[in-house]
């Protein structure tokens, strides 16, 4: 069984559309996260949810806007895509947010906007 | 601010031999350290972490890793390097602001070559 998932494994889609990526975990945990790895690997936390709650928003432009209709789901949609958001986003899920929980991450999603 | 650093790129090792991957870091406070590994097209897998007591943590696959406060490192180490362990490795640490934010490194390749 997949402990966390992502839809859709690659998406290739046309600068100015909107998209969503979805995330669902079967490990009853808690807390999940999105995160951002560039063309250089480079990971960088985008958002992420403890029971439905919002408890992470970095510093990522408005066209991101997650949304979590429970706890073992969260989704991430984007607005008016812009070749600067080319990049694989994964998921991640947590026992909870405030102790030393490791996080289990998806396999990714490759966004790819032409 | 809180920073990992990972100093190498990449780490060629033959296969049989020790391998060591290096991970420095700077945080406020008592750090909690990570390691995972990503292999090609995958997500990212945790592999070990410190939280407390013993500077030698022992993780999945044969992986350890040693805590050095002093010199504020967590460097990922195994006795004996496989062809398998060929892969990108991550150090984080957790943001001290308590929402579970991991601050990741820019990851350093592993080559194990036969």
């Known amino acids: 069984d997949t402990a966390v998932s992502q839809t859709p494994k690659y998406l290739v889609t046309q600068m100015g559309n909107d998209k969503s990526i979805k995330c669902e975990q079967n490990l009853g945990h808690d807390t999940m996260y999105w995160y951002k790895q560039d063309s250089k690997k480079f990971l960088k936390i985008m958002f992420s949810y403890n029971n439905k709650e919002l408890i992470i928003n970095e510093t990522v432009p408005n066209r991101f806007s997650p949304k979590s209709p429970d706890k073992a789901h969260l989704n991430l949609h984007i607005n008016s895509l812009e070749l600067g958001d080319s990049a694989v986003y994964f998921c991640?899920?947590?026992?909870?947010?405030?102790?030393?929980?490791?996080?289990?991450f998806g396999p990714g999603t490759r966004l790819t906007v032409t | 601010a809180q920073s990992v650093a990972q100093p190498e790129d990449q780490v060629n090792v033959a296969e049989g031999n020790p391998l060591t991957v290096k991970c420095t870091y700077s945080v406020s406070g008592n750090p909690y350290l990570f390691w995972y590994v990503q292999y090609p097209n995958r997500g990212l897998q945790f592999l070990l972490k410190?939280?407390?007591?013993?500077?030698l943590v022992k993780g999945s696959y044969g992986f350890e890793a040693e805590f050095n406060k002093s010199q504020t490192s967590f460097h990922l180490k195994k006795p004996s390097a496989l062809v398998s362990d060929s892969a990108l490795y991550f150090c984080a640490v957790r943001d001290p602001s308590n929402t579970g934010k991991l601050i990741f490194g820019q990851g350093t390749t592993l080559q194990v070559k036969p």
């Open positions: 410190y939280i407390t007591g013993d500077n």
């Open positions: 991640a899920s947590s026992q909870g947010y405030q102790s030393s929980y490791e996080q289990y």
